[in-house]
């Protein structure tokens, strides 16, 4: 029986520092968990003399990752690097090399998890990602085991913790973007390039992965439709807690009758359910299924001990079946026949903020271009008038409409004479 | 490899007709996702006669567990049936002859857990019990695996649907006790004798099972000091919600240098949190960890459907496992090192609402007798005066006081003259 299990990690930044942290300072715990020691046998860095906010003996640092793959001690390469090159190159020679894998990495998974679980099922070695979603909150684990027996139906989730920062301090400071942007870099939350964050790129990544095992199908990146934050003006969150909603960069996805969508953008969500609490750094995802109903998974989503919590439970869960010479069964078996359709079938509700000539007859033109394209409206909330310029503000809330017609109407809406801005169009997601 | 994973039910009530009901109309599901068919092969029940909610085929149903579990065809035996009596019995000789076991049975958990997972151990066979806390929502998948790097410090839970649906109807209808349990009644969200969900015998079963699992340590269901929720008043809710709360029927339990505390009874809980915010049947369970810090898992904690799914996804992984010849490792090693405090060592804040007389030096006298105990007192809240009995209700919050200190006080204060009724007593939970 082995006594020791060895890890190779790969990448020393905030999470590896809090991976080999913990695999150091709590070794008896691990190990007692795990019913065998984990021992760090090598960590693979770019810059060597860079300073950590965890030191690793210097014996164990390579910039070679060659070091680590061909080490005979390494039963588990732990990827938290980020990003996919040169990141998927690594798991993959790490695979072959009948390497286990613990990444963290959504990047990878969105674009290649099926593929890697294809290859580690014939290498019979595992691979665990509970940390690329979600951070240190299990929602990875609960999908493929906990709630096997549903038939998942659609997945609403916060899943980028810097845009819920961002969002949250708008809603309650009255900031801009920009303002609750810097705020948040300025506490770390943002990247000083923040893209991937607040165009939602990140979030699809992770709803990609989501996707893929609720739905049991193949859903990559790309085929999640994407819209960021950054449109999004005070005046849209003060129209919004009037109308009994607040703003949330909702990751998406529904299936039925084999055809899934999937979509992140910012969403109006009714204030008063679960998800509109949500608010700081914190993640969630609810699932709704058919058996189990509704459940609702929050935590902290990213920092360097949440996420390393998740990505030591995975090795322990790893060394714990190489301890017991067991190979688990593949939880994930992906089903061919579902297609992915585009966003112009979506149907949904929208909000609508115009900036229009403030004259008779301005009103029923716009409703008339609306009607012809079978959108309908609900309601017209508030009509802002400034005299001096003439113009008006008017924030409408439509029936559920088709994408394709609203996206027609935007475009015939921007060439009408009498609006002059098309200030922002949000959809609105309910809750029955 | 085997093809076929013969199930024995034990018990055929509402969550007993659900699981049948899974098996047979979902066989084709089940079976692409244990990778092999999940074949009934028995179902024990009282009275064959009864009518059910899914009629099995009768050549299946017995009066005799023997028929099930003396049948070699039976690999799992699923005992849905509730009760200590005789399900343990049951499930000991189904463990001694071979057999796997799924069960949603708290009460049995609570008890003797920790030895039926001992006994399986040595027989190498599994014992799970995902439906036993919180019906389908995943909590003790999560706690022996996804959360298994950190160590718990404490549990704040929800998790009795029918005192959940009692007190939500209190605070949003304004009705007392009485009615909401009539109204449940009149539901089926609680049983005629409602005895084990409003006087929190439930909860004290399902919290011994999660602390037991989060500490890594045997805590009992006697434990477990328990209160129920039928003292409180249509009158706490209206005081509460003027001070920034409601109330909820908790669960908690913490752990400080290898003492446990666990207790359930209602508490005041703010407004702002979300657990506040988990209403009617639904069920949450908040973990407090130091790595990953504070998740919550929030979902229906009953019902046939959503506790099926539990029990069902617990099937499939020990099917899994049976037909890829896997005895998976032992996830919990329980500590000796831990002791149970008892609830007069414990230290929170308290609501207390007294009938007191209305005339001058009575508060003065209140004041002084709780001064003495060490109890310092936060606020006064609310003095509502009845002028022609002269009588006022005194409503006040104290700072953090020893539980055996207020017990004292609640002693001493019912003896002084000028108090005519200690109304009420409740905890203040809060959250930093």
């Given at each position: 029986m082995k006594t020791s299990v060895g890890i190779g990690l790969l990448g020393l930044g905030v999470v590896g520092g809090g991976v080999a942290r913990t695999l150091v300072e709590r070794a008896d715990h691990v190990r007692q968990l795990a019913g065998c020691k984990l021992s760090l046998e090598g960590v693979l860095v770019r810059d060597p003399s860079r300073p950590r906010s965890f030191d690793v003996p210097s014996s164990l640092v390579t910039t070679r990752v060659e070091d680590i793959l061909d080490n005979p001690a390494v039963d588990v390469v732990v990827e938290?690097?980020?990003?996919q090159t040169p990141a998927l190159d690594y798991i993959v020679k790490a695979i072959s090399l009948d390497k286990h894998i613990v990444t963290a990495n959504k990047e990878v998974m969105a674009k290649q998890g099926p593929d890697l679980l294809t290859l580690a099922r014939k290498k019979g070695v595992q691979v665990m990602f509970e940390a690329s979603v979600a951070g240190g909150t299990p929602i990875i684990g609960p999908l493929l085991r906990d709630l096997v027996s549903n038939e998942i139906s659609s997945i609403h989730a916060i899943i980028n913790g810097t845009t819920n920062y961002i969002l949250t301090q708008m809603v309650h400071q009255g900031v801009g973007f920009d303002d609750a942007l810097r705020a948040a870099q300025e506490l770390g939350y943002?990247?000083?390039?923040p893209t991937n964050d607040v165009e939602g790129i990140d979030a699809a990544y992770k709803l990609a992965i989501l996707s893929t095992l609720a739905f049991r199908a193949r859903i990559k990146d790309s085929d999640v439709y994407r819209e960021g934050i950054t449109r999004l003006d005070a005046r849209d969150f003060l129209y919004a807690r009037e109308l009994g909603y607040t703003i949330k960069l909702l990751a998406i996805a529904n299936m039925r009758d084999g055809v899934v969508e999937a979509h992140v953008h910012p969403a109006f969500v009714?204030?008063?359910?679960?998800?509109?609490?949500?608010?700081?750094?914190l993640n969630a995802v609810e699932v709704e299924a058919d058996m189990v109903g509704r459940v609702l998974f929050t935590g902290p989503g990213a920092g360097a001990e949440p996420t390393a919590s998740a990505v030591v439970a995975d090795a322990i869960g790893i060394a714990r079946n190489i301890v017991g010479n067991v190979t688990p069964p593949t939880p994930l078996r992906l089903s061919e026949n579902v297609r992915v359709s585009p966003m112009s079938d979506l149907e949904t509700k929208y909000y609508l903020r115009l900036n229009v000539d403030d004259r008779p007859g301005v009103f029923a033109r716009i409703a008339k271009l609306l009607g012809d394209l079978d959108i309908s409206i609900a309601s017209v909330i508030q009509k802002e008038t400034d005299e001096a310029a003439q113009r008006a503000e008017i924030v409408m809330m439509t029936h559920r409409a088709r994408e394709a017609a609203m996206t027609n109407a935007l475009g015939l809406l921007s060439e009408l004479d009498v609006v002059n801005d098309v200030g922002n169009l949000v959809r609105v997601e309910e809750w029955e």
């Amino acid at each position: 029986m082995k006594t020791s299990v060895g890890i190779g990690l790969l990448g020393l930044g905030v999470v590896g520092g809090g991976v080999a942290r913990t695999l150091v300072e709590r070794a008896d715990h691990v190990r007692q968990l795990a019913g065998c020691k984990l021992s760090l046998e090598g960590v693979l860095v770019r810059d060597p003399s860079r300073p950590r906010s965890f030191d690793v003996p210097s014996s164990l640092v390579t910039t070679r990752v060659e070091d680590i793959l061909d080490n005979p001690a390494v039963d588990v390469v732990v990827e938290v690097m980020g990003g996919q090159t040169p990141a998927l190159d690594y798991i993959v020679k790490a695979i072959s090399l009948d390497k286990h894998i613990v990444t963290a990495n959504k990047e990878v998974m969105a674009k290649q998890g099926p593929d890697l679980l294809t290859l580690a099922r014939k290498k019979g070695v595992q691979v665990m990602f509970e940390a690329s979603v979600a951070g240190g909150t299990p929602i990875i684990g609960p999908l493929l085991r906990d709630l096997v027996s549903n038939e998942i139906s659609s997945i609403h989730a916060i899943i980028n913790g810097t845009t819920n920062y961002i969002l949250t301090q708008m809603v309650h400071q009255g900031v801009g973007f920009d303002d609750a942007l810097r705020a948040a870099q300025e506490l770390g939350y943002a990247e000083s390039d923040p893209t991937n964050d607040v165009e939602g790129i990140d979030a699809a990544y992770k709803l990609a992965i989501l996707s893929t095992l609720a739905f049991r199908a193949r859903i990559k990146d790309s085929d999640v439709y994407r819209e960021g934050i950054t449109r999004l003006d005070a005046r849209d969150f003060l129209y919004a807690r009037e109308l009994g909603y607040t703003i949330k960069l909702l990751a998406i996805a529904n299936m039925r009758d084999g055809v899934v969508e999937a979509h992140v953008h910012p969403a109006f969500v009714p204030s008063d359910v679960m998800l509109a609490k949500v608010e700081g750094v914190l993640n969630a995802v609810e699932v709704e299924a058919d058996m189990v109903g509704r459940v609702l998974f929050t935590g902290p989503g990213a920092g360097a001990e949440p996420t390393a919590s998740a990505v030591v439970a995975d090795a322990i869960g790893i060394a714990r079946n190489i301890v017991g010479n067991v190979t688990p069964p593949t939880p994930l078996r992906l089903s061919e026949n579902v297609r992915v359709s585009p966003m112009s079938d979506l149907e949904t509700k929208y909000y609508l903020r115009l900036n229009v000539d403030d004259r008779p007859g301005v009103f029923a033109r716009i409703a008339k271009l609306l009607g012809d394209l079978d959108i309908s409206i609900a309601s017209v909330i508030q009509k802002e008038t400034d005299e001096a310029a003439q113009r008006a503000e008017i924030v409408m809330m439509t029936h559920r409409a088709r994408e394709a017609a609203m996206t027609n109407a935007l475009g015939l809406l921007s060439e009408l004479d009498v609006v002059n801005d098309v200030g922002n169009l949000v959809r609105v997601e309910e809750w029955e």
